[in-house]
């Protein structure tokens, strides 16, 4: 965390609004990142109560997720189109004395929708709904490259396509989602990290007060995925961002702006070896992932001028 | 075939589930140093569960029944006011793995 940001915590809502619970582990970055954009929403989240009296099938669908053996995706979606119409809905009858002003519904995604069901997806996003969608991405695209990258087993004779410099940067461009989703008629798309918090939280402002569809896409540690200790989710974040292994940027009605600049790029290395998952990986492809990741930057770069 | 619930009974069981407790899975609780402790909150912000409130005083302490102890406050704290502390009492589980093991 910043130098500067050490007292602006006081300036943040103090209401809590995020269920505690076990629904996730120790160090938990998509519950902090959660957490944190239920604070940045802070009166566009409405409250239970008034769902169960008008809509109450909204608070059955958090429930329902879990149970994917009964509800279908089609089903799940139209609950979800018919909710984000409902609180639209909500939205424009409101007068200006109501305190809690609700601006847009907000819609939180796991990026493994995106490999499993994309066409689930193109169909939410092809419905111009007004809505924030926040994506969550912990990396699991990664891991079959790990396991591909990773040496052949002891005596096991087994025959494995060996990964080319191009497969890793195919991996790396496919993770920049927010500007293919800007091309397709989002007015601010964005990528955040749970563990640059004000960053984080800004760009959900800045999301709920466009007009029109938002998109952002959100870097999110997990210690038991990565295999890491969870008091390091947000030193490892802070790797990610600062090794340039995942730039910061928003692109607000075409124009391209990077939020964070690196002022002095760490290698990829870093990021990779506080990773035990990357225990296994080749040295020899670490050159190859650097020079994706300085590609997707010198890209961007070229894109903001 | 499963038991197909009303709506009337998902929505009790999305209200009613214990998903609010954590007291049997921590080993360690977060402990501040209130002379050292500066009350910035950036612990409080750090917290992935919300299990970290102010008091009456100002300071800041951990709800016993939410928080995990994974250490990110202590991690995060700027003063270094904050230290992990084992609990007295063992969770009641482990008692069962080590009479099965043994």
């Known amino acids: ?43 566009a989240v409405i409250s239970e109560e008034v769902l169960k009296a008008r809509f109450p099938e909204l608070v059955s669908l958090n429930a329902q997720s879990y149970a994917l053996d009964d509800v279908t995706c089609d089903a799940t979606l139209k609950k979800l189109l018919a909710s984000i119409d409902h609180i639209n809905a909500s939205a424009a009858q409101q007068t200006k004395t109501n305190h809690k002003l609700i601006k847009k519904a907000i819609v939180g995604i ?124 947000i030193a490892v974040g802070l790797k990610a961002v600062q090794t340039g292994y995942f730039p910061l940027y928003e692109i607000s009605d075409g124009s391209l702006r990077i939020t964070e600049r690196l002022q002095k790029q760490k290698p990829v290395q870093e990021f990779l070896m506080a990773q035990k998952r990357f225990i296994a990986f080749p040295p020899k492809l670490i050159p190859a992932v650097q020079a994706a990741v300085d590609a997707v930057y010198a890209d961007l770069l070229q894109k903001e001028q | 075939m499963k ?6 009974e998902q929505l009790l069981a999305s209200v009613t589930t214990n998903f609010f407790s954590n007291e049997d899975w921590r080993f360690e609780k977060p402990v501040w140093d209130n002379q050292k402790c500066i009350r910035c909150g950036v612990c409080g ?57 043994s």
Request: with cysteine; proline share 7%.
């Open chain 1, 1 to 43: 965390m910043d130098k500067f940001s050490v007292y602006v915590p006081k300036l943040l809502p103090q209401d809590e609004r995020f269920v505690s619970g076990r629904r996730s582990c120790k160090g938990c970055g998509k519950a902090l990142a959660a957490r944190l954009v239920t604070k940045a929403a802070d009166a």
């Open chain 1, 110 to 233: 796991n990026r493994q929708v995106f490999m499993s069901d994309y066409l689930a997806l193109s169909q939410l996003f092809q419905q111009r709904k007004e809505a924030l969608y926040v994506c969550f991405d912990n990396e699991r695209s990664i891991d079959t490259l790990i396991s591909k990258a990773a040496p052949k087993p002891f005596i096991l004779a087994e025959d494995r396509h060996p990964v080319s410099n191009e497969d890793i940067a195919r991996i790396l461009q496919e993770k920049q989602i927010p500007p293919v989703v800007a091309e397709a008629g989002f007015s601010y798309t964005a990528t955040a990290c749970s563990s640059l918090p004000f960053d984080l939280i800004d760009k959900v402002k800045k999301g709920l007060a466009c007009s029109g569809n938002a998109f952002i896409l959100v870097l999110t540690p997990c210690p038991t995925g990565w295999v890491f200790a969870p008091e390091k989710t």
């Open chain 2, 3 to 8: 038991k197909q619930n009303t709506p009337n």
């Open chain 2, 45 to 101: 912000l750090s917290c992935p569960d919300g299990a970290i409130f102010q008091n009456g005083e100002g300071y800041y302490e951990a709800d016993e029944t939410y928080c995990k102890g994974c250490g990110l406050c202590k991690q995060q704290c700027w003063t270094g006011c904050i230290s992990m502390e084992p609990y007295a009492e063992p969770p009641p589980w482990l008692a069962l793995v080590r009479k099965i093991r």
